[in-house]
């Protein structure tokens, strides 16, 4: 009982940064990787990942070999055996099911890694083919430059690990790095839409080249700038659009009288009885013309003009044969006989009708 005491009085003082430390949350059922291990295809993506997360654990010794079993302490040994099987199981939640069946009855967590690495971490000249290919092959097609730019990314991140790229400081490795860098700078800008062809030369005669990164750059302000132009196009097309058809609604509305109306009070046309300003009330600016008519007082508009209105209710464009002094003489006395009232006078079947302005 004491032993066991003592066992877990040396586990709980392990210190945090000590390969032995097992957090609470370092579950056997853990998946620290999102992608699952399928062969050669995603080999080299997956181990990356796998060695970040074991790194970001502190387990990472469990699968190089730097970290080994004590054996002169048997519980810091029980503490090694429990954190093997632990990055056992996490390996093996990371792998698809076929492979899986493989790797189950492994004991060292550097024996699964190993096996996975020498299995599958093949790279040959059909591989390194493909994805060179691949990475020629793409276009942005239509897609955001930044989707464009990261699919790229991701592919020369692929070939460079598959490459080795020298990380060497002498002069070779710094102008193979240049010339390489220079190939990635010929295909982002061989796979622009054409739209981009202005800011592609612009790019190409400077001396020196630009880096990827700045291009990206410049070509990202670009299509923003493009967009941002494209928006107030499209709002003052839309400005312009629906001022038209406030206009045109407009005039639709402003119209005439209409003919089909016909007033039963004052046998006026268009309007009806239920709206006869000389039944309800004429609005406030309206006055009465001598003549049977209302119209909108305007004293801006009045220019001390007289017009003469003769005409006929039932026939239209009929000439009188009276002058204007005769006609004046006859609506005089009819005035003075109707005490000012509306006159109106048949004479050899013409009807005249004074206007505003006459007399």
């Known amino acids: 009982m004491g032993d066991t005491s003592t066992s877990a009085t040396m586990i709980s003082k392990l210190d945090i940064g000590d390969p032995l430390y097992l957090h609470p949350s370092d579950s056997s059922t853990l998946t620290i990787v999102s992608i699952k291990l399928k062969g050669t295809e995603n080999y080299p993506v997956w181990s990356n990942a796998m060695r970040l997360a074991l790194e970001a654990k502190n387990k990472y010794g469990f699968i190089d070999g730097k970290c080994i079993k004590p054996k002169d302490d048997q519980v810091l040994a029980n503490q090694w055996e429990r954190c093997n099987s632990v990055v056992i199981t996490w390996l093996l939640n990371s792998i698809s099911e076929e492979l899986f069946l493989g790797q189950v009855f492994s004991k060292l967590a550097s024996e699964v ?8 971490d093949k790279v040959d000249g059909s591989v390194v083919y493909d994805l060179y290919k691949r990475i020629n092959g793409i276009s942005q097609n239509g897609s955001t430059v930044a989707e464009y730019y990261n699919r790229l990314t991701t592919m020369w991140k692929q070939f460079d690990a598959m490459v080795q790229l020298p990380t060497c400081s002498c002069q070779a490795a710094k102008d193979y790095n ?60 839309s400005f312009v659009t629906k001022s038209n058809q406030s206009f045109d609604s407009r005039k639709k509305n402003t119209r005439g009288p209409n003919p089909n109306l016909k007033c039963s009070h004052c046998n006026m046309l268009g309007h009806t009885v239920d709206r006869c300003y000389e039944v309800i009330g004429y609005p406030p600016g309206f006055r009465k013309r001598s003549g049977g008519q209302s119209y909108r007082s305007n004293v ?60």
């Open 178 to 237: 240049d010339f390489s860098t220079l190939i990635k700078l010929m295909q982002f800008l061989m796979g622009l839409d054409d739209i981009y062809q202005p800011v592609r030369t612009n790019l190409l005669t400077r001396e020196p080249f630009p880096s990827v990164k700045v291009a990206f750059s410049i070509v990202s302000r670009e299509e923003s700038h493009r967009l941002a132009s494209n928006g107030s196009k499209g709002q003052n097309v």
């Open 300 to 359: 801006s508009n009045n220019n001390n003009k007289s017009n003469s209105t003769v005409g006929s209710s039932n026939s239209v464009g009929t000439a009188m044969p009276f002058t204007s002094e005769q006609i004046s003489k006859l609506l005089s006395l009819v005035g003075e006989s109707s005490g000012g009232e509306q006159a109106k006078s048949n004479m050899g079947g013409f009807e005249i009708q004074e206007g505003p302005g006459d007399w």
């Open 113 to 120: 890694w190993t096996d996975l690495k020498e299995s599958f």
